[in-house]
C-alpha cells in the first residue's frame, strides 16, 4: 500500500500543476471561478456524459451582479447537481450543496429496528465497530463508518472472540465512507497474500481526458490476525465512498461473498478548492477502477442481489441477515 499512500500525497502537488486563472470577487467572478476549477479538475465527465460548457451557458445567464449570496450560491448548488455526484459539495457559511442521487428513489434494505432486534442488549462494541454472536454460532459485525481507523489490537480482539463461530457476516449497509484507510486496514483481516484490488488515476492536465496511466491499487494481508472461515459481507445502496471500495476489495477475498443490494458507488479520490470569495468546492479529482479497469462510480453489484422484504419486515426478520446465514450454513 505504500504506492497509494505516496499516490495521494502527491493528489496536490499534481492538480497545483494545472494553471489557475484568476477571477474577481463578484457574482459573475465567482462562478466562473467554480465553473473553471470543475472543468478543469473533475474526473467524471466521461463517464457520466456530462457537456460542461452547455451547463455552463445554461446556468451562467441566471448569475448577476445584485444577486445575494443566497441565490448565487442556489445557482451554483444547481449546476453542480448535473453531475449527479455525492463527492460534489459546495460550502458557503448559510448551506452545503451536495447530491444524493446514488441512493434516492432505491429501496434501503436495511432497518433500524431490526438492527436493533438482531443485536440485541449484550453487544460488544470496539470502535466503529459493534458485534455479537447470533444464536446458530454465527459471528454478526456491523460497520457503520470508516470515518475513523481500527486499532490492530482492537480488531484482534474482534476477530478472536468470533473465532469459534462457524462463519460471519459483515454488515456495511448504511456505511457513506470516510478514510480509505480504514477500509484498507479492515479488509487485510480477510486476505493472505498481497492482492491486485484495483487501480488509480490522477489528473495531469486542464483537459477532461488528461490523466495519468492506472496505478496499481495492492492490497497486503494485516500482521495481526485474519479470519480464515465464510464471511458474508451485506450491502445496500447507502454503501458509499471508502465503504464501496471496501466492498472492490472484498470481492476478491477468498472465502468471501457479497450480498445485497448494489451499492452507491463513489469512486473518485475527493480534492477541495476555494472560491474568490471564501466558498469551498469538494470534487472528486482521482478516478479509482476495479481489477478489471472498470470504474466503480456507479456502484458494485452483489453476488447474490436480496432486498429486504416487507413480508419478513412485519414478521421481525431481515431477509438479507438470513440470506447470509443460509450460506454460511451451506
Known sequence: ??????????????TAC?????FDNTP?????????IMDQHYCFFQQKGVDWDSIHQVYKVRVNEKMSDDQLFEVMANMLGELKDGHVNLYYSGDVARNWSWKEKYATNFSDSL??????????????????????????IYCGSFSSNFGSGNLDDVIYSLSFCRGLI????????????SANTLAARFFNEETLVGYMQHKTGPGHNDFSKMDEQRLKPSSG??????????TNRSVYSA??????????????VIVGDRTGGGAGMPYSNALPNGWNVRFSACPM??????????GIDPDHKVGLTRADFDKGIDTIIEYARKLISQ
Do not use: C, H
Request: glycine fraction near 8%; avoid cysteine; hydrophobic fraction near 40%.
Open 225 to 234: 490476525m485474519r479470519w480464515q472461515k465464510k464471511v458474508v459481507v451485506l
Open 28 to 36: 459573475q467572478g465567482n462562478f466562473e471561478a467554480l465553473w473553471k
Open 243 to 256: 465503504a464501496n471500495e471496501f466492498v472492490k476489495y472484498m470481492k476478491l477475498a477468498p472465502n468471501a
Open 115 to 140: 438492527f436493533r432486534r438482531y443485536m440485541g442488549t449484550d453487544y460488544k462494541i470496539s470502535g466503529s465497530l459493534q458485534y455479537r454472536v447470533l444464536d446458530d454460532n454465527i459471528g454478526y
Open 18 to 22: 494545472i494553471t489557475e486563472e484568476e
Open 170 to 181: 459483515l454488515d456495511v449497509r448504511g456505511n457513506p465512507g470516510g478514510m480509505l484507510t
Open 289 to 298: 477502477y476495479d481489477v478489471n479497469q472498470q470504474t466503480t462510480e456507479f
Open 1 to 14: 500500500m505504500r504506492r497509494l499512500l505516496l499516490l495521494l500525497t502527491m493528489i496536490p502537488l499534481l
